[in-house]
């Protein structure tokens, strides 16, 4: 049986990370628990450290998590919980006052400092999730913020080298070039610089799509047919020809080297 509670407030000078997870983590514990999780952040303000309380006193039994570290605003909040009679708990102060007598040392108390410090490895992170859901066409429809869009015929190495451009924190999206079928309207509304047509020497491209028929049952018919590849690359040349996509030859190439290339390429083009 489902019972519920009443929310609980996330309040947060940052992002609001670190007391979601929380939240989230320890509630987890309760899987027949409904409990409205309001996740309030950027709260730098003493006016919206007041209005958030006001809202959780106007709730029965509401709830206040926070993690302000700056000292006068997670002080207001506590009284101003107190006061209102909400159960407040504070992730960030007894730590951080702990800490602070431990090392003589005063904290900078600047929200989302951490977030800042990791900002790398979170636009990278988020880098490999856009290549990921932007695969192979997919989600054509957000293709305009990607920062490189991939495309090339079956089997020319799309897939692998957008992951790798991914790795390395660019957001990248690949379309599948087949002659019959027009590309996506949204492949023109992407710069032209950001764009990079794939090629590969027809004999390796054979070889690739030979690998893939044989392990997935694919005809073989036209699609390792040589005329057949042949008229494919001059159809796929001639596009990117057409629409001054820069092309990149990934034959006999590591994919660290064609994403060498392709970085390389597009600073050329936008300094």
Known sequence: MVRSAPPLFVVSGGTGATGDLLARTVLAQFPEANVPLHVETKVVSPDRVRAIVAQAAAIPGAMLLHTLVRQELRQLLIAEAERAGITAFDLAGPLEEHLSRQLGMQPLQQPGLYHQQRRAYFERVEAIEFAVAHDDGKRVEELPQAEIV???????????????????????????????????????????????????????????????????????????????????????????????????????????????????LLAQSTV
């Open 150 to 264: 991939l495309v090339g015929l079956s089997r020319v190495g799309k897939t692998p080298l957008s992951m790798y451009l991914s790795i390395l924190g660019w957001k990248t999206a690949n379309i599948p070039f087949v002659p019959e079928v027009p590309p996506p309207p949204e492949l023109f509304a992407v710069a032209q610089q950001r764009v990079f047509g794939l090629v590969i020497e027809p004999a390796q491209l054979i070889a690739h799509r030979r690998y893939r028929a044989a392990r997935t049952g694919i005809r073989e018919q036209g699609y390792v047919d040589r005329d057949s590849v042949i008229a494919e690359m001059r159809a796929a040349n001639h596009f990117f020809y057409q629409q001054h996509f820069q092309v990149v030859d990934t034959t006999d190439k590591p994919i660290e080297t064609s994403a060498e290339e392709i970085v390389s």
